[in-house]
């Protein structure tokens, strides 16, 4: 099993969309890694053609203090990346497992468990919850609903357009809503999201991105972690990293009367012979 490091990269990553083009010609210099020997800020802004201003706002936008403190997170995740390095550049299956490993390191950077054990007390009070997603997204949901069902919770997964629509003008204080959408902009899904919430409904997004600066509409933004084009699934399935997190939110709320949850769980195995 790899030795999962906290890393401030997938911090970067999630605050991209937000960022300027100027703070993403920055974010990207950090992200790729490559040939960084000087990191001071005149050394910076004099390979990358930018202010020590736009080197502050970068660091903020990414919940630093100022670029000195950025730095300094930076190296140290650095260091712990650069001793447990992968690389392999030939073999394809190492390649895709590299990648897996990258996204468990990621996932355990971003994640906050303190975030987790709020989320699955929103579960634990929700009289019926809702689950919208789209493509691989709605896909890695399905798996969501099944093991949540098993436990007794009553799931209802919607990944229709005119579906999502009608489901959120069900839903009232009563219920938690969990959207998922890799990309943070799919559409549909956001306006169900905040049609469910203008209802009184409990809202949850799982997300690669953030908006720096701003208040979440949501009760809940889960960050999912990411890597270059994952929404395209071109070496590995985009449904991975919401996976994690979905295992990591079952086990907690497994946690809660777990002698209880476990015998009902058991008791929903079918053909135990089989298995």
């Not at 910076?44 to 950025?70: N, P």
């Not at 390191?105 to 809702?130: F, G, M, P, W």
């Not at 009608?166 to 899904?189: F, P, R, Y």
């Not at 990591?248 to 709320?253: D, K, Q, S």
Request: proline fraction near 1%; hydrophobic fraction near 40%.
């Amino acid at each position: 099993m790899a030795n999962l490091t906290k890393n401030v990269i997938p911090l970067i990553e999630s605050y991209l969309d937000s960022m300027t083009s100027t703070e993403q010609t920055i974010a990207q210099y950090f992200i790729t890694g490559q040939e960084i020997k000087d990191l001071s800020a005149v050394s910076v802004c004099k390979r990358l053609h930018v202010s020590k201003a736009s080197l502050t706002r970068f660091a903020q936008k990414c919940g630093f203090a100022g670029y000195r403190e950025f730095v300094f997170s930076y190296q140290e995740s650095q260091e712990d990346t650069d001793s447990a390095s992968l690389i392999l550049k030939r073999d394809v299956t190492k390649r895709v497992l590299a990648d897996y490993d990258q996204l468990l390191q990621k996932t355990y950077s971003i994640l906050d468990e303190s975030q987790l054990a709020r989320v699955t007390s929103l579960v634990e009070n929700a009289k019926r919850i809702y689950l919208y997603g789209k493509g691989s997204s709605g896909q890695a949901l399905r798996e969501m609903k099944m093991r949540f069902m098993r436990l007794g919770l009553i799931c209802d997964i919607v990944t229709d357009n005119d579906e999502l629509l009608w489901a959120s003008m069900l839903a009232d204080e009563t219920c938690l809503v969990i959207g998922a959408s890799i990309s943070g902009k799919t559409k549909a899904v956001i306006d169900a999201l905040l049609q469910a919430k203008d209802r009184g409904a409990k809202t949850i997004l799982l997300t690669t991105q953030k908006a720096a600066g701003q208040d979440s509409p949501w009760d809940e933004l889960v960050l999912l972690a990411s890597t270059d084009n994952l929404a395209y699934g071109n070496r590995i399935s985009p449904q991975f990293p919401l996976l994690l997190v979905i295992d990591c939110l079952f086990a907690y709320y497994l946690e809660i009367d777990v002698q209880q949850k476990q015998e009902r769980y058991q008791q929903t195995i079918i053909d135990k012979e089989e298995i």
